[in-house]
């Protein structure tokens, strides 16, 4: 609560995020995921670096790459999509939709890769960006993934704790 109110604070203070064509952003994301399927219970973490360009007023192309790490392991994968905001003013709420795509899987150590089916994801999001300066805003939101392994049974998948950064520059 104390940081929603903090968050708020900084947005009266903060002003507009620029969102013209032609403006670039730079970010990332942390989400924390737990997954429970036949009786156990795992959480990983996923750690994704983005970036994105404006093509419009509010109209962004961004792409990625998302890094899951659980217990010794790390996945990798790219996505590309887009984000159209319906606002740049204060708060700033998106909505958006990505296309993603993931293989394998390493080990502690550099030798220790284990190819794992490949896995189509498509991601519906939606959030909001809290500016904390003129160019820097706060991203909290939500995702519904529908992934589709390679010669298996797809799955649904909606993110927990969904926290990350923009940087407009």
């Known amino acids: 609560m104390l940081l929603m109110e903090l968050a708020l604070a900084g947005t009266a203070l903060a002003g507009d995020l620029p969102m013209n064509q032609g403006t670039i952003e ?3 994301r942390a989400t924390a995921n ?32 998302s890094m899951l790490v659980n217990d010794n392991d790390l996945d990798v994968g790219f996505y590309g999509g887009v984000d159209v905001f319906l606002r740049a003013n204060h ?8 296309l993603g795509y993931a293989t394998g899987a390493f080990g502690p150590t550099p030798w220790a890769y284990a190819v794992g089916a490949d ?3 498509l991601s519906g999001r939606g959030g909001l960006v809290l500016p904390v300066s003129n160019s820097v805003g706060v991203d909290l939101g ?3 993934n ?13 993110p927990l704790g969904y926290l990350g950064i923009r940087a407009f520059l």
């Open 26 to 28: 730079l970010g990332g």
């Open 146 to 158: 529908v992934n589709i392994p390679d010669g298996g049974n797809s799955w649904v998948h909606l």
């Open 142 to 144: 939500a995702r519904l």
């Open 91 to 98: 708060l700033s709420p998106y909505l958006g939709g990505t």
């Open 34 to 65: 737990i997954v429970m399927s036949g009786g156990n219970t795992d959480l990983y973490l996923d750690l994704s670096p983005q970036i994105g360009y404006f093509v419009g007023r509010r109209i962004e192309l961004l792409g990625g790459v």
């Open 119 to 121: 896995v189509v994801t």
